[in-house]
Antibody
Framework: QVQLVESGGGVAQPGRSLRLSCSAS????????IDWVRQAPGKGLEWVAI????????YYVDSVKGRFTISRDDSKNTVYLQMNSLRAEDTAVYYC??????????????WGQGTLVTVSS | EIVLTQSPATLSLSPGERATLSCRAS??????LAWYQQKPGQAPRLLIY???YRATGVPARFTGSGSGTDFTLTIGSLEPEDFAVYYC?????????FGGGTTVEIK
């Protein structure tokens, strides 16, 4: 069965870095786009970034451009989110989600359980 | 950025009643609108994509409609497990955006 498992969350000071991982199983990983979506405590959902199935394109929400980088390693069935220059407003549960087959992004048919990132001094 | 506005913020209904949730886009998004359900402590779940297509395993009581800027999610007859937060989401343009959510609560 399809599974997405996030890891790498934790507490970081403002200005520091964290790298999140999304490990996938149960499907042909190299055929699917993967996104990161976050949710601040008690708030709604915010899309963060996408990497296409072949890694050829990445898109980001404006608030993380230049600070976050999404990448993938198909040999490890893993997508990464490198988060630099962290800010308090980046505090959230970060979910990875699979883009549905046959779409160019934005239909998330499977989600991980999420990993909590807390940015605080 | 395309802004999605959901209404109402909260819907108080009883099991068996019909729920109608609205999502309005700040510009036309064609049919590229999805709906997700989220329960406390859980990841979101895809219900509807591209306005009206039910995701695998989603009961027929969930229907989506609309086009352009105005969209609706209808839950035909609320079951106890349907009380949750619902988000609309557009994939017409980057950045992808979500609405602020509608909470469907038990009256």
């Amino acid at each position: 069965q399809v599974q997405l498992v996030e890891s790498g969350g934790g507490v970081a000071q403002p200005g520091r870095s964290l790298r999140l991982s999304c490990s996938a199983s149960g499907f042909t990983f190299s055929s699917f786009a993967i996104d990161w979506v976050r949710q601040a405590p008690g708030k709604g959902l915010e899309w963060v970034a996408i990497i296409w199935y072949d890694g050829s394109n990445q898109y980001y929400v404006d608030s993380v451009k230049g600070r976050f980088t999404i990448s993938r390693d198909d040999s490890k069935n893993t997508v990464y989110l490198q988060m630099n220059s962290l800010r308090a407003e980046d505090t959230a549960v970060y979910y990875c989600a699979r883009g549905m087959a046959g779409t160019t992004g934005g239909v998330f048919d499977y989600w991980g359980q999420g990993t909590l990132v807390t940015v605080s001094s | 950025e395309i802004v999605l506005t959901q209404s109402p913020a909260t819907l108080s209904l009883s099991p068996g009643e019909r729920a109608t949730l609205s999502c309005r886009a700040s510009q036309s998004i064609s049919h590229y609108l999805a709906w997700y359900q989220q329960k406390p402590g859980q990841a979101p779940r895809l219900l509807i994509y591209d306005t009206s297509y039910r995701a695998t395993g989603v009961p027929a009581r969930f229907t989506g409609s609309g086009s352009g800027t105005d969209f609706t999610l209808t839950i035909g007859s609320l079951e106890p497990e349907d009380f949750a937060v619902y988000y609309c989401h557009q994939r017409s343009d980057w950045p992808l955006t979500f609405g602020g959510g509608t909470t469907v609560e038990i009256k």
